[in-house]
Structures are given as structure tokens and as C-alpha cells.
């Protein structure tokens, strides 16, 4: 098994700064993609950014220039950090990992989620 354990939500004024942690633990042979989503109240989740084992990068169009995700292969975790943040990103942001273990090549995995709030 695999537990993804995520960190650094919080409370924020507009145009702050948030860095959100994802740590994965547990039987991990590698790492293929690590993801960050968000659901905001009354919408569905939607991918914000993401990440391959390689370090390719992708973000939705509505973060570009402002979110910046990074990961740490030693310490399989994977980073987001948000600058210049508005009150629309405010949401429940869900860390996401597909993992290659022994015995398959792609297994998914979420974090428990953490609360970003950003005040007008």
C-alpha cells in the first residue's frame, strides 16, 4: 500500500503565497506522475497541475505563470507552490500519485486533501 500525506494548506490574502507538500510513502518502486487537483464547494474536481517521473510539467490554463509544481525524487514528494493567489483558488486541493510497484506498473493513490482559502 501507498499513503500520500499532504501539507501546507491554509489561510491567505489575495496576491499571498501558499507552498502545499505531498509526501508518498509505502511500496513504491517508482513514480510515474504525481498530480495536484482542487474541488472548490459546489464544483467538480479539476486537475491544476502535473508532474512525470521525468519532471515534465503541465497546469490548467487558470494558474499558469502563478502555480509552480516541483517534485523531490529522493524524498518522493511532490510541491505546488502558489503565488499571487486569488480568492477562486480557493478549494480543498487533493494530492494524486500514479505508482509503479512490483507487481503493477500503474496503481492510483490520493492524499487526504488540505484546505486553501484565500480572503478578498
Known amino acids: 500500500q501507498v499513503q500520500l500525506v499532504e501539507s501546507g494548506g491554509g489561510l491567505v490574502q489575495a496576491g499571498g503565497s501558499l507552498r502545499l507538500s505531498c509526501a508518498a510513502s509505502g511500496r513504491i518502486f517508482s513514480i510515474n506522475a504525481m498530480d495536484w487537483y482542487r474541488q472548490a464547494p459546489g464544483k467538480q474536481r479539476e486537475l491544476v497541475a502535473s508532474i512525470t517521473g521525468g519532471g515534465s510539467t503541465n497546469y490548467v490554463d487558470s494558474v499558469k505563470g502563478r502555480f509552480t509544481i516541483s517534485g523531490d525524487n529522493a524524498k518522493n514528494t511532490v510541491y505546488l507552490q502558489m503565488n499571487s493567489l486569488k480568492p477562486e483558488d480557493t478549494a480543498v486541493y487533493y494530492c494524486?500519485?500514479?505508482?509503479?510497484?512490483?507487481?503493477?506498473?500503474?496503481?492510483?493513490?490520493w492524499g487526504q486533501g488540505t484546505q486553501v482559502t484565500v480572503s478578498s
Open positions: 494524486n500519485a500514479d505508482i509503479r510497484s512490483e507487481t503493477s506498473p500503474h496503481r492510483y493513490y
